[in-house]
């Protein structure tokens, strides 16, 4: 573990032992914090390009993507400060590797994937290594919804737009954010917010459109840019049937005009609904006790089945 400087975790003194976490519990360790903060600010100053010298470089290039990733590969029977280094891996979008000794598979065959490479037999790309730099990621909408934020290992880049939610979730705030290193394997969790007012509903037949546009570095050093754009239809909720043991009914016991949540029902992803609900359960037990989170999603559960069981 580091034992000088600001990034210090632990002091050099063998008389006091390394935070445990009890001491992290109780808010008793005095060395955390700043270390934190500090290995934070080498995450967002992104490779320079800013002025010269302390803050000054770091607020000049918040909105730099990062050029730099940083990996984490430790080996020790001891703790090594890998909670206060975690910001600065995540927003780089570097890895961690975490075990007992060197000589052990899980550090051998983690560095090998690390500089996989495509197959021969793939199209531009064959013999190439899997790994991306330089990575950003902007979200465009239209104007029914806006961005609410994204979870994951990426960093702000503070690009405001008419499509950032006042709601922030995760790092939220903007609709652009670096994602330092990429491989195919590299996920993003993003959250919208519908803004349109439920009193107002959309005309039959408008869609929808939402556009990723990921940017990145290639192996062979040329920039790519890749626009992924979805389209699908809104499905407007009648007034009054937004909850309820049992859906309205008109004649014959038929269930009333506009009532019916059928297209929900089809478009709806389980899979994609668990993962983003586990990402943001997860964030929350970051800030928020672990009780008060599990009552969330109990609730969030209960309103799910009460809707669409």
Not at 65 to 94: K, N, W, Y
Not at 271 to 291: G, K
Request: hydrophobic share 35%; with cysteine.
């Amino acid at each position: 573990p580091c034992t000088s400087g600001p990034g210090a975790v632990v002091s050099r003194l063998r008389t006091e032992d390394m935070r445990s976490h009890a001491d992290l519990a109780k808010g008793a360790e005095s060395l955390h914090q700043p270390a934190c903060e500090f290995y934070a600010s080498l995450a967002r100053r992104h490779g320079g390009g800013g002025a010269s010298g302390g803050k000054t470089s770091i607020v000049a290039s918040a909105g730099t993507p990062s050029v730099h990733v940083v990996d984490v590969f430790a080996c020790s029977l001891d703790q090594i400060g890998l909670l206060e280094m975690r910001e600065l891996v995540e927003a780089t979008g570097g890895l961690m590797v975490l075990g007992d000794s060197f000589g052990q598979s899980v550090f051998k065959e983690s560095l090998m994937r690390v500089f996989r490479r495509y197959p021969d037999d793939v199209p531009q790309d064959g013999g190439m290594m899997q790994m991306a730099f330089g990575g950003t990621l902007e979200v465009l909408t239209s104007r029914e919804f806006k961005i609410s934020g994204a979870i994951g290992a990426v960093c702000s880049l503070n690009k405001k737009g008419p499509n950032v939610s006042d709601l922030e979730i995760g790092r939220g705030g903007t609709n652009a954010w670096s994602l330092g290193g990429l491989d195919p394997g590299t996920t993003v969790a993003i959250y919208f917010d519908v803004t349109n007012p439920g009193t107002t509903p959309l005309p039959e037949g408008k869609r929808r459109f939402i556009q990723f546009l990921t940017r990145y570095q290639h192996a062979n050093g040329r920039t790519r840019l890749r626009a992924t754009t979805l389209c699908g239809p809104w499905h407007n909720v009648p007034p009054g049937g937004g909850g309820g043991s049992a859906p309205p009914t008109g004649n014959a016991g038929a269930p009333a005009p506009g009532s019916d949540h059928g297209p929900v029902k089809i478009s709806f992803d389980q899979e994609a609904s668990a993962v983003l609900t586990a990402r943001l359960a997860v964030h929350r037990t970051e800030s928020e006790d672990v009780a008060d989170v599990l009552r969330w999603v109990d609730r969030s559960l209960i309103r799910l089945c009460a809707k669409f069981a």
